[in-house]
């Protein structure tokens, strides 16, 4: 009798227990979604204050009609130096220390942290604030970025929270996606301000050159590193086909960007 009472209590110590760490991990949640969301916010204000006024004050000579896509250029670069910054401010090692490309081993397993949770709910916030907008706007292929990256975060936090020590996977996921977008919204700034066009080209170029190298060369490295170290589980399974949707887009993206360049160059020549 004696031993089913200890028994019995330790169960109900247990239940109030996980109880506890449930509610914590509530907290803890809504503490990184509050929080990133304010931040999208904050961006968001300053950037639609900041297009509104370079248009007002004539430092960019475009119809109020393009304000939205300034403002787009604004919000984005800056979501993109701010997630690529942090990202590479968590990591302590990069998994590509070995410049032996068929190296595909992790050489340097790396515990999680503070940073990587609130990186990783702040690139949430902003694909699902930019998610709306997308599906306002009608731009179907980075609605179906949006959520393949969205879901693939989701799976990220999951890690996170559960302690698995793989958020430095996400945080190079993240940088290779994002680090190059801020020379993409340059060079239409640059061209809408009327810099030579040789100016908006060189910007272009090199985001293009970058985006092929982070997106279609270092990525499916990273995407095969991911699954040769962790194996084929539910949870790899399930991000594989947003992977692949991620690849397919930025192979499509890399391939318009190159026709845009092209025909940009041959109109300006043509109109000198």
């Known amino acids: 009798m004696h031993f ?11 239940k109030y227990l996980k109880k506890i760490e449930y509610y914590l991990l509530i907290m803890n949640v809504s503490k990184y979604l509050l929080g990133s969301y304010y931040t999208i916010r904050s961006i968001y204000r300053f950037s639609d204050f900041f297009s509104n006024y370079l248009v007002h004050n004539k430092y960019i000579d475009v119809p ?3 304000i939205e896509k300034i403002n787009e250029c604004i919000f984005s670069s800056l979501h993109g130096l701010l997630s690529s910054s942090l990202s590479a401010l968590s990591l302590t090692h990069s998994i590509f220390d070995n410049i032996n490309p068929f190296q595909l081993t992790v050489q340097h397993s790396q515990p999680d942290n ?3 949770v609130f990186t990783t709910y702040f690139c949430l916030s902003y694909f699902s604030v930019d998610l709306f907008r997308c599906m306002y706007y009608k731009k179907y292929m ?10 693939l975060l989701l799976s990220g ?17 993240i940088f290779l996606l994002e680090s190059n977008t801020f020379l993409l919204n340059l060079g239409y700034i640059i061209k809408e301000c009327k810099f030579h066009y040789s100016i908006t080209c ?10 092929v190298l982070f997106r279609l060369i270092v990525l499916p490295r990273l995407i095969i590193i991911y699954y040769l170290n962790e194996g084929i589980t539910l949870t790899t399974l399930y991000q594989l086909p947003n992977f692949l949707l991620i690849l397919a887009g930025s192979t499509y993206w890399s391939y318009r960007q190159l026709l845009g360049i092209q025909k940009f160059i041959k109109e300006n020549i043509q109109n000198q």
């Open 4 to 14: 089913t009472n200890i028994l019995f209590e330790k169960n109900i110590k247990y």
């Open 64 to 66: 109020f009609s393009k």
């Open 114 to 116: 503070q940073l990587q």
């Open 142 to 151: 980075f609605v179906m970025h949006h959520i393949s990256a969205i879901l």
């Open 157 to 173: 936090l999951s890690s996170l929270n559960n302690h698995e020590n793989k958020g430095f996977y996400i945080m190079h996921f």
């Open 202 to 211: 060189t910007s272009w170029i090199l985001h293009l050159l970058l985006f």
